[in-house]
């Protein structure tokens, strides 16, 4: 019996000596950050969006207009169509379908200006924020630091988007100074 006793003992002592690392091993420090809500909410991303939507409203002017143009020409172009002979009638109407393609060309390109702005604001917003999350990551310990649009699920205090756009906001203001 005192056999069977002291090889329990030495066993257990064993099994609890072999826990004691893992008791003492860092927790994983893991941190999420929402990047929509840093465009949103930074003042690099709301200047961004601000110039993003004044090219915007300069381009759908500019559309407008000439859209405006092609709505007069064919309405021109019906009223008038009984009294043109059928020579002024078809270059009236080539004309008229040369300027709905110039528009859809204008259009067309016009949206991708759009995009190529859009992609230059965020992707310069992006990289600076990318050198961030890297300095705050080391600098604080993290394991890991991930896009909310990549986390299924995460806790609230994992957040760390407002402290970034804290340290963001500081900086840029003291690059301005």
Not at 11 to 35: C, E, R
Not at 61 to 74: G, Q, S
Not at 95 to 116: H, M, P, Q, T
């Amino acid at each position: 019996m005192k056999i069977s006793t002291k090889v329990l003992w030495m066993v257990s002592t064993l099994f609890f000596l072999s826990t004691l690392p893992a008791l003492g091993a860092d927790v994983a420090k893991i941190g999420v950050i929402d990047f929509q809500r840093f465009l949103g909410t930074s003042k690099a991303g709301q200047e961004a969006q601000a110039k993003f939507k004044d090219q915007g409203t300069k381009m759908e002017t500019e559309l407008k207009k000439k859209e405006t143009e092609i709505k007069d020409l064919r309405d021109r172009l019906e009223r008038e169509t009984m009294v043109m002979t059928q020579e002024v009638r078809e270059q009236k109407e080539r004309e008229y379908r040369i300027k709905v393609s110039d528009f859809k060309a204008l259009e067309k390109k016009s949206l991708g200006e759009l995009k190529e702005l859009e992609n230059n604001l965020v992707s310069k917003i992006r990289d600076d924020l990318l050198a961030l999350i890297e300095e705050i990551g080391k600098r604080d310990g993290y394991l890991l630091i991930i896009d909310k649009a990549v986390a299924h699920y995460h806790p609230a205090k994992i957040d760390i988007t407002d402290e970034l756009i804290q340290i963001y906001n500081e900086r840029g203001d003291k690059a301005k100074k």
